[in-house]
């Protein structure tokens, strides 16, 4: 179990595929309970099934939940469903935002990009990072010493064509990291990004052009291969351990030196 006690878990939001399973099983292994909650078609439940069911051939506890997370009034339900989830002694101790879903739009052309699509993908991937830790921490539900992270990218700083609004997200994103990290301090919680390489995931397939990333992502690396999940999974699961307790407001890369 995890170093500080059995009755602490994590809670994945986006843990359904991609960074946010991978992270999952990797914590699983280690002993930790898990709260997912994912937002997936039914068409696509018996696929999903079987990857929470290898989570459970860990031996550890997990419950799953089905809801869109960035909607305020299901996050507040299960704010309000949280203490008897956990136990009468249990307590969130990390905390990892995986949520992808954002706007592939270039800025010309016959369907531009638009306020409403920078909004919505900045609320996805950066504002709800920040509503589901206040909601917890305001429902004092964080073990002490808890770990808030997230998932970042090079496009926070690179320019590719049609990302600008996941670009903006990821930007406001890292600073709402940093105000967290210091405003989240007294209550003895850290607050970190992870800076993924570039991982062939179902939402990088999206990404317009994505070949020509992957390939010169392959070329840029010391490694000449792309990141894995599981690259990444490993870690969140060095940030989960206590060790880790005086690494606060930071972006951590986990890129091989990709981005270098």
Known sequence: M??????????????SQGLGYASALKLAQQGWNLLIIHRDRRSDFQEIEARFEEIKQCGVELKTFNFDAINSEKRNEFITELPKLLGES???????????????????????LNQMDLQITANAMAYSFYDWSKAILEARLFAEQSKLLAFTSEG????????????????SLETLMKYMAVEFAEFKITANCIQAGMV??????????HDVLKNSAIIRNPFKRLTTPEDVANVVYLLSLEESNWINGTVIKADGGESL
Request: glycine share 10%; net charge positive.
């Open 156 to 171: 926070n700083q690179r320019v590719w064509k049609h990302y600008a609004a996941v670009s903006v997200a990821k930007t």
């Open 2 to 15: 995890p170093q500080s006690s059995q009755h602490n878990y994590a809670l994945i939001l986006g843990g």
């Open 90 to 112: 249990g307590k969130i101790k990390l905390l990892l935002h995986s949520i992808a879903k954002g706007n592939l739009k270039a800025m010309t052309g016959d369907s531009p």
């Open 200 to 209: 062939e995931t179902q939402s990088f397939k999206m990404i317009p052009g």
